[in-house]
Nanobody, 125 residues
């Protein structure tokens, strides 16, 4: 089992930056692909970014490419999502998810087995 806890989001203005953290506990973390997803009111959960076990491979959703960066520190069992040039359309609840050990990187939320509780990010115009 892997337990995931996201850091607190917040209210920011358009153009601001914000970094989210996802800390894992319960077992070793280095064998798990981790992804960030988000869900705005009335919308389906959207893929944001994912990172491989080693951190070498990363995927990004089209809407965040070039603005967001995912990274990980396996020694700290933490995955980060650096969000720059935030826009009002980035407003959502952000969730981190982890796949089971040794499963490959994926953009599909249905393939993630472990989830954090979510954290609200609000970008004002």
């Amino acid at each position: 089992q892997v337990q995931l806890v996201e850091s607190e989001g917040g209210l920011v203005q358009t153009g601001d930056s914000l970094r989210l953290s996802c800390v894992a506990s319960g077992r070793t973390f280095s064998g798990n692909v981790v992804g960030w997803f988000r869900q705005a009111p009335g919308k389906e959960r959207e893929f944001v970014a994912a990172i491989s076990q080693s951190g070498i491979t990363t995927f990004y959703g089209d809407s965040v490419k070039g603005r967001f960066t995912i990274s990980r520190d396996n020694a700290k069992s933490t995955v980060y999502l650096q969000m720059n040039s935030l826009k009002p359309e980035d407003t959502a609840i952000y969730y981190c998810g982890a796949r089971r050990v040794n499963q490959g990187i994926s953009k599909m939320s249905s393939q993630y087995s472990y989830w954090g509780q979510g954290t609200q990010v609000t970008v004002s115009s």
